[in-house]
């Protein structure tokens, strides 16, 4: 298959909520963007007692276990909203709430060792996913939470959105 574009999505592929995390991707492919976020998060992660993942470093309410299961559920999400939308599903796609999602589950009871191993098959399956694409498919737009955006922008929400909470679980644990 094609390799992802070279280029970084523009104004018009996505809107205002999603540009945050979209800007925080680095210049380059996008592909190995998310294999250099899934080593990263591996190497944070792996790094971690079960205990420690348990701790919440205020002004933060999310414990480190449950970031990274805030960061698996969203995945999940925008890599459906990106499967939608590259196999052309003309249904608008539905916003979800994060706080009620987190309110939902107890990340907390799930050992860090099976939340780490979840992390990981679900981003080796994206990056399948993603490199699998015909050159076409990622310029294809759909609507999700009301809002226009293309799959190769959703690619980029999933290594923004992930670098964006990584980031914090970084100064978290410098400041442990």
Same mark, same amino acid.
């Given at each position: 298959?094609?390799?992802?574009?070279?280029?970084?999505?523009?104004?018009?592929?996505?809107?205002?909520?999603? !540009?945050?995390?979209?800007?925080?991707?680095?210049? !380059?492919? =996008?592909?190995?963007?998310?294999?250099?976020?899934?080593?990263?998060?591996? #190497? @944070?992660?792996?790094?971690?007692?079960?205990?420690?993942?348990?701790?919440?470093? #205020?002004?933060?309410?999310?414990?480190?276990?449950?970031?990274?299961?805030? %960061? =698996?559920?969203?995945? $999940? %999400?925008?890599?459906?909203? +990106?499967?939608?939308? #590259?196999?052309?599903?003309? *249904? !608008?796609?539905?916003?979800?709430?994060? /706080?009620?999602?987190?309110?939902?589950?107890?990340?907390?009871? =799930?050992?860090?060792?099976?939340?780490?191993?979840?992390?990981?098959?679900?981003?080796? *399956?994206?990056?399948?996913?993603?490199?699998?694409?015909?050159?076409?498919?990622? @310029?294809?737009?759909?609507?999700? /939470?009301?809002?226009?955006? @293309? %799959?190769?922008?959703? #690619?980029?929400?999933?290594?923004?959105?992930? $670098?964006?909470?990584?980031?914090?679980?970084? *100064?978290?644990?410098?400041? +442990?």
């Amino acid at each position: 298959m094609p390799p992802p574009p070279a280029s970084r999505p523009g104004p018009d592929d996505y809107a205002a909520a999603p !540009g945050a995390y979209v800007s925080l991707v680095p210049e !380059g492919d =996008i592909l190995a963007s998310m294999e250099g976020g899934l080593a990263s998060t591996l #190497a @944070t992660y792996r790094g971690l007692a079960d205990a420690a993942a348990l701790a919440v470093h #205020a002004p933060y309410t999310w414990s480190l276990k449950q970031v990274l299961g805030h %960061v =698996i559920d969203c995945e $999940r %999400v925008f890599g459906f909203r +990106a499967l939608a939308i #590259a196999r052309r599903d003309p *249904s !608008g796609l539905p916003g979800f709430d994060e /706080n009620a999602y987190m309110r939902s589950v107890d990340f907390d009871a =799930i050992p860090l060792a099976g939340l780490v191993d979840e992390y990981e098959h679900l981003r080796r *399956s994206h990056l399948a996913f993603f490199r699998h694409l015909p050159s076409e498919a990622w @310029t294809r737009a759909g609507v999700a /939470n009301d809002e226009r955006i @293309t %799959v190769l922008a959703l #690619a980029y929400v999933i290594v923004g959105h992930e $670098r964006h909470h990584m980031r914090i679980v970084s *100064s978290r644990l410098a400041r +442990a």
